[in-house]
C-alpha cells in the first residue's frame, strides 16, 4: 500500500492527460466497431460473443429458440415452406405512367418509379404480351423489341411503327395507352381500339389453338392481353366515375376467366364496390376471397376489419369501453383490425395520417410497406367515410403487438413477419420516401455503454487539459 501511495503521488498530470485520452480512443474504436456490426448484421458483437461463448463456459443454459408458428389456423407445413417470403406482385391497381405517374413528375420533378419497378414491368409484359409465333407477324416482332426498350420515347415510336404495319395490333394499342396518352380519357380510348384488336385476334386463337404447341403459346398470350386490356378499361370507368359500369365489366371479366384468380381482380372490385358503399356486396366478395386456402393481402385483411368496425365505430368510446367492457361486435372488430395489423403492420400509420403518402409502385410486396402505401393510397377515402372507423382503429392497432412481441420468430395468426422486407421496399419505392421497418432495431445496450464511456473518458481528458492540479488531486483522493 505504502508503495502505491508513493507511485500515485509521483504522477504528474500528463500521466492523467494520457491515460483518459487514450481510455477515450479506445472506447470509441469500441463504440466504432459495435456500430458497425450492428448494422451489418443487426446485433451487438459483444452480446453475441458472450452468449455463444462465455455463457457455455460458466454453465448457462441457453434458451430454445420459439417455434415458428403455421402459415395460418389449419394449413399444413408444407405449405408454410412453400411460399416465398419476399415475392414481389403485380400491383392490382398499378396507375397508369402517361396520365398519372408522368403528371407526379412534371409537376414535382421526382420520379415516382424505380428502375427496379420498371425493369420488373418490363418482364412482365415481355411475359404477357409476347409468345414464340411472334416472329410470324412483323408488327408482333417490332413489339417483342419495344417492350425491351429501355427508353419511353423508344417504346412508343415502335408501338407506331407496329401500327403502321398492322391497324389491328393490340399491344400496340397497349403500350400507348399507358404511356402515350397524357390523360384518362386519351387512355380509355386507347384501350378501346385494343379491345376491339384484342377480341378479333383472340377468336382466331381459339379456333386453332388445338393445332399446335405453337398455336396455344399464342392463345394464352391472346388471352393475357384481352384481360389485361378489360381490366385497365374498368379502371379508367372507376376513374372517371362511371363506377356501376366499372363494377360490371371487372364481374364479368371474373365469370369470363375465372382461373385467372392470381391477377386479383377482385381486389379492383372491392374498392370499387366501397366507392359505391356496397357494403353486402363487399362482404359477399371477401366470404369467396378471404378464404384459408388463398393468398391474402392487406386489401382483403383491412376491408373485413373496416366492414366489422363499420358495425360498431359510431358508437364507440375507449373511455366507456374501459368502464363496461368491449360488446361481442365490438371484440369482433378489434380481433379483425389485429389481424390485419398482424399482416401488414405498415398500413395503420398511413391511414391514421401519421405518415405521408407517395404514388404507389407498380410491383407490390405482400406485408411490406410497398404493400401499405398502395392499399393506403386507394383506401383511405373509405376509412374517413364511416364515422368513427379510424378512431376505433387509433384506439386499439398497436395492441397487436402485445400479442406477438417477437414478431420474426412467431406470428400468432400468420407466418413469422419476413425478415427481408425492407430491403425490397426499398428497391420498390422511390428514394425521398421514408420507407417504414417494421420491427425497428432496439439499439443494443453495449452500444450505450461504449458511447457512454467514450463520452466520458473524453470529458475527463478535457478536464484534466483543462485542470491539471485539480484533477489530479481529485484522482488521488
Same mark, same amino acid.
Given at each position: 500500500?505504502?508503495?502505491?501511495?508513493?507511485?500515485?503521488?509521483?504522477?504528474?498530470?500528463?500521466?492523467?492527460?494520457?491515460?483518459?485520452?487514450?481510455?477515450?480512443?479506445?472506447?470509441?474504436?469500441?463504440?466504432?466497431?459495435?456500430?458497425?456490426?450492428?448494422?451489418?448484421?443487426?446485433?451487438?458483437?459483444?452480446?453475441?460473443?458472450?452468449?455463444?461463448?462465455?455463457?457455455?463456459?460458466?454453465?448457462?443454459?441457453?434458451?430454445?429458440?420459439?417455434?415458428?408458428?403455421?402459415?395460418?389456423?389449419?394449413?399444413?407445413?408444407?405449405?408454410?415452406?412453400?411460399?416465398?417470403?419476399?415475392k414481389v406482385w403485380r400491383n392490382p391497381l398499378n396507375l397508369f405512367r402517361g396520365a398519372e405517374y408522368s403528371r407526379y413528375?412534371?409537376?414535382?420533378?421526382?420520379?415516382?418509379?424505380?428502375?427496379?419497378?420498371?425493369?420488373?414491368?418490363?418482364?412482365?409484359?415481355?411475359?404477357?404480351?409476347?409468345?414464340?409465333?411472334?416472329?410470324?407477324?412483323?408488327?408482333?416482332?417490332?413489339?417483342?423489341?419495344?417492350?425491351?426498350?429501355?427508353?419511353?420515347?423508344?417504346?412508343?415510336?415502335?408501338?407506331?411503327?407496329?401500327?403502321?404495319?398492322?391497324?389491328?395490333?393490340?399491344?400496340?394499342?397497349?403500350?400507348?395507352?399507358?404511356?402515350?396518352?397524357?390523360?384518362?380519357?386519351?387512355?380509355?380510348?386507347?384501350?378501346?381500339?385494343?379491345?376491339?384488336?384484342?377480341?378479333m385476334i383472340y377468336r382466331k386463337s381459339q379456333n386453332c389453338h388445338s393445332q399446335s404447341p405453337q398455336h396455344e403459346a399464342?392463345?394464352?398470350?391472346?388471352?393475357?392481353?384481352?384481360?389485361?386490356?378489360?381490366?385497365?378499361?374498368?379502371?379508367?370507368?372507376?376513374?372517371?366515375?362511371?363506377?356501376?359500369?366499372?363494377?360490371?365489366?371487372?364481374?364479368?371479366?371474373?365469370?369470363?376467366?375465372?382461373?385467372?384468380?392470381?391477377?386479383?381482380?377482385?381486389?379492383?372490385?372491392?374498392?370499387?364496390?366501397?366507392?359505391?358503399?356496397?357494403?353486402?356486396?363487399?362482404?359477399?366478395?371477401?366470404?369467396?376471397?378471404?378464404?384459408?386456402?388463398?393468398?391474402?393481402?392487406?386489401?382483403?385483411?383491412?376491408?373485413?376489419?373496416?366492414?366489422?368496425?363499420?358495425?360498431? %365505430?359510431?358508437?364507440?368510446? $375507449? #373511455?366507456?369501453?374501459? /368502464? +363496461? &367492457?368491449? *360488446?361481442? =361486435?365490438?371484440?369482433? @372488430?378489434?380481433?379483425?383490425?389485429?389481424?390485419?395489423?398482424?399482416?401488414?403492420?405498415?398500413?395503420?400509420?398511413?391511414?391514421?395520417?401519421?405518415? %405521408?403518402?407517395?404514388?404507389? $409502385? #407498380?410491383?407490390?410486396? /405482400? +406485408? &411490406?410497406? *410497398?404493400? =401499405?402505401?398502395?392499399? @393506403?393510397?386507394?383506401?383511405?377515402?373509405?376509412?374517413?367515410?364511416?364515422?368513427?372507423?379510424?378512431?376505433?382503429?387509433?384506439?386499439?392497432?398497436?395492441?397487436?403487438?402485445?400479442?406477438?412481441?417477437?414478431?420474426?420468430?412467431? &406470428?400468432?395468426?400468420?407466418y413469422p413477419y419476413p425478415s427481408c422486407t425492407e430491403t425490397a421496399d426499398r428497391e420498390l419505392l422511390p428514394t425521398f420516401?421514408?420507407?417504414?421497418?417494421?420491427?425497428?432495431?432496439?439499439?443494443?445496450?453495449?452500444?450505450?455503454?461504449?458511447?457512454?464511456?467514450?463520452?466520458?473518458?473524453?470529458?475527463?481528458?478535457?478536464?484534466?487539459?483543462?485542470?491539471?492540479?485539480?484533477?489530479?488531486?481529485?484522482?488521488?483522493?
Amino acid at each position: 500500500l505504502l508503495t502505491v501511495t508513493v507511485f500515485l503521488s509521483t504522477l504528474t498530470p500528463k500521466f492523467y492527460f494520457a491515460l483518459t485520452v487514450t481510455s477515450s480512443f479506445i472506447s470509441g474504436l469500441i463504440f466504432v466497431f459495435e456500430w458497425w456490426h450492428f448494422r451489418k448484421y443487426g446485433t451487438s458483437f459483444i452480446e453475441q460473443v458472450s452468449v455463444s461463448h462465455l455463457r457455455p463456459l460458466i454453465g448457462a443454459a441457453e434458451n430454445s429458440p420459439p417455434a415458428p408458428a403455421a402459415f395460418s389456423a389449419g394449413e399444413s407445413e408444407s405449405s408454410r415452406h412453400s411460399v416465398p417470403e419476399c415475392k414481389v406482385w403485380r400491383n392490382p391497381l398499378n396507375l397508369f405512367r402517361g396520365a398519372e405517374y408522368s403528371r407526379y413528375m412534371w409537376v414535382t420533378g421526382k420520379e415516382p418509379l424505380t428502375y427496379y419497378d420498371m425493369n420488373l414491368s418490363a418482364q412482365d409484359h415481355q411475359t404477357f404480351f409476347t409468345c414464340d409465333t411472334d416472329a410470324l407477324r412483323p408488327s408482333d416482332t417490332v413489339m417483342q423489341k419495344a417492350w425491351r426498350e429501355r427508353n419511353p420515347q423508344a417504346r412508343i415510336q415502335a408501338a407506331h411503327q407496329a401500327l403502321e404495319l398492322n391497324n389491328d395490333c393490340a399491344t400496340a394499342y397497349v403500350l400507348l395507352a399507358e404511356e402515350e396518352a397524357t390523360t384518362i380519357v386519351d387512355a380509355e380510348k386507347y384501350f378501346k381500339q385494343a379491345l376491339k384488336a384484342g377480341e378479333m385476334i383472340y377468336r382466331k386463337s381459339q379456333n386453332c389453338h388445338s393445332q399446335s404447341p405453337q398455336h396455344e403459346a399464342q392463345l394464352r398470350r391472346d388471352t393475357n392481353v384481352l384481360v389485361y386490356v378489360k381490366r385497365r378499361l374498368a379502371m379508367c370507368a372507376r376513374k372517371l366515375g362511371r363506377i356501376r359500369e366499372a363494377v360490371k365489366m371487372m364481374r364479368d371479366l371474373m365469370k369470363e376467366f375465372p382461373l385467372l384468380s392470381m391477377l386479383n381482380i377482385h381486389e379492383n372490385l372491392l374498392e370499387a364496390l366501397l366507392e359505391l358503399q356496397a357494403y353486402a356486396d363487399v362482404q359477399a366478395v371477401l366470404a369467396k376471397y378471404d378464404d384459408i386456402s388463398l393468398p391474402k393481402s392487406a386489401a382483403i385483411c383491412y376491408t373485413a376489419a373496416l366492414l366489422k368496425a363499420r358495425a360498431v %365505430s359510431e358508437r364507440f368510446s $375507449p #373511455e366507456t369501453a374501459s /368502464k +363496461r &367492457g368491449l *360488446s361481442t =361486435a365490438e371484440i369482433n @372488430a378489434v380481433e379483425a383490425i389485429h389481424r390485419a395489423v398482424e399482416f401488414n403492420p405498415h398500413v395503420p400509420k398511413y391511414l391514421l395520417e401519421m405518415k %405521408s403518402l407517395v404514388l404507389p $409502385p #407498380e410491383h407490390i410486396l /405482400k +406485408r &411490406g410497406d *410497398s404493400e =401499405a402505401v398502395a392499399y @393506403a393510397f386507394f383506401h383511405l377515402q373509405h376509412w374517413k367515410r364511416i364515422e368513427g372507423a379510424l378512431n376505433l382503429l387509433h384506439c386499439t392497432w398497436e395492441g397487436t403487438f402485445r400479442m406477438i412481441p417477437y414478431p420474426l420468430e412467431k &406470428g400468432h395468426l400468420f407466418y413469422p413477419y419476413p425478415s427481408c422486407t425492407e430491403t425490397a421496399d426499398r428497391e420498390l419505392l422511390p428514394t425521398f420516401h421514408e420507407v417504414s421497418v417494421y420491427p425497428q432495431k432496439e439499439l443494443p445496450f453495449f452500444i450505450h455503454f461504449t458511447a457512454g464511456l467514450c463520452s466520458f473518458s473524453a470529458m475527463l481528458a478535457l478536464l484534466t487539459h483543462q485542470f491539471p492540479e485539480l484533477m489530479v488531486i481529485f484522482a488521488k483522493a
